[in-house]
């Protein structure tokens, strides 16, 4: 179980967003590689990244940021947000990226994600952002008319490092995560999931430690972070202790 802080990246800043609506963006840090070292020295073990301009461009647009997040840490980084062909993701894993997120480009290019993921073994994730039960693609602007597990399915033998699970509807809003579903989705398939989505409390990683949820390999942790109500000493040593027990 890894416990994933996020930073979230729009105009170079470091926001959370309300359901990814860009109309209701809260500026947290104005200096993201500046919070991803402090993630870092709170213990943290793993960062998620995602460029929130880049998932609606199609293309990066934070890259000089992700690059000062890069310098400034020594943990391993994921990255999401506007990767949709083969060349983005082998320049990011060559610039030391641990591993790439594929949301938008996995619904449409299936291909590609299975094509990266057999060069990359290990490097490459899956994103999927589901509203109302559908995924939804373009930074979540459009709607698919495929679930989480149609698309988690696809990629089942391809070799996929995991499947990152947000539950649009409750991102950035502190309600709590959606662990019903996440694990039916993480008992479905052999690939390994992770949480995404209304982390708001001890409560909530408290659950995450749970026998039920023994199948998710992860959770990510924004807004409750960025507003004090998620102590992360709490958070990891709940984390550890759980770990030691396994």
């Not at 290990?122 to 989480?148: N, P």
């Not at 996929?160 to 993480?186: H, K, M, P, W, Y």
């Not at 958070?235 to 759980?242: E, K, P, Q, Y």
Request: hydrophobic share 50%; proline share 4%; aromatic share 4%.
């Amino acid at each position: 179980m890894i416990l994933f802080p996020a930073i979230d990246l729009k105009d170079g800043l470091c926001v959370r967003l309300e359901q990814g609506d860009r109309a209701r963006a809260t500026i947290f840090h104005r200096d993201p590689a500046a919070q991803a070292l402090a993630f870092e020295v709170q213990g943290f073990e793993y960062l998620h990244v995602v460029d929130l301009d880049g998932a609606f461009a199609g293309r990066p647009m934070n890259a000089g940021a992700v690059d000062r997040i890069l310098e400034a840490v020594g943990i391993p980084v994921q990255l999401g947000g506007g990767i949709r062909d083969l060349a983005t993701i082998e320049a990011w894993l060559g610039k030391g990226m641990t591993r790439v997120i594929v949301g938008t480009a996995a619904v449409r290019d299936p291909g590609l994600v299975r094509e990266a993921a057999r060069r990359f073994p290990g490097r490459v994730a899956v994103g999927l952002d589901a509203r109302d039960g559908k995924i939804a693609v373009d930074g979540w602007a459009e709607t698919s008319q495929l679930s989480a597990l149609d698309v988690a399915r696809r990629f089942e033998d391809a070799g996929v490092a995991a499947i990152i699970f947000t539950e649009i509807a409750r991102d950035g809003l502190l309600q709590g995560l959606n662990l019903d579903s996440t694990i039916a989705l993480a008992e479905a398939v052999k690939i390994p999931v992770v949480a995404s989505g209304g982390l708001a409390s001890l409560d909530d990683v408290r659950a995450l430690t749970e026998p039920r949820a023994k199948k998710l390999a992860g959770a990510i942790v924004g807004r409750a972070l960025y507003d004090g109500r998620l102590d992360p000493a709490a958070a990891l040593a709940l984390i550890r202790a759980a770990r030691a027990a396994a």
